[in-house]
Nanobody, 120 residues
């Protein structure tokens, strides 16, 4: 069993930065990819950023150039460096991981989410 624990959300003024993080705990052999999704009120959950095991990254057009995803493989932790935040970035941010366990089974997991609110 693997758990994803997010932290670092909160209230920030427009234009400000925030850096939520997500740590994976459990019997992990390898993490194949890590993603940040976000779900705004009344909208579907959508992918914001992704990082693969090789370090390759992908971003939604809406966050490209403002957000950077990074991972600390030794700590099984992924970060989302958010800059120039806008009110429309307000959402619950969810961590998602594609994990191969020590048992060799491969499963994807979700965190419980962390609220990010951009408002003056």
């Amino acid at each position: 069993q693997v758990q994803l624990v997010e932290s670092g959300g909160g209230l920030v003024q427009p234009g400000g930065p925030l850096r939520p993080s997500c740590a994976a705990f459990g019997r992990i052999l390898s993490i194949n990819s890590l993603d940040w999704y976000r779900q705004a009120p009344g909208k579907q959950r959508v992918l914001a950023a992704n990082i693969g095991s090789s370090g390759s990254t992908n971003y939604a057009d809406s966050v490209e150039g403002r957000f950077t995803i990074s991972a600390d493989n030794a700590k099984n932790t992924v970060y989302l460096h958010m800059n120039s935040l806008k009110p429309e970035d307000t959402a619950v941010y969810y961590c998602h991981a594609d994990v191969t366990a020590i048992s060799r089974s491969r499963t994807d997991y979700w965190g419980r989410g962390t609220q990010v609110t951009v408002s003056s």
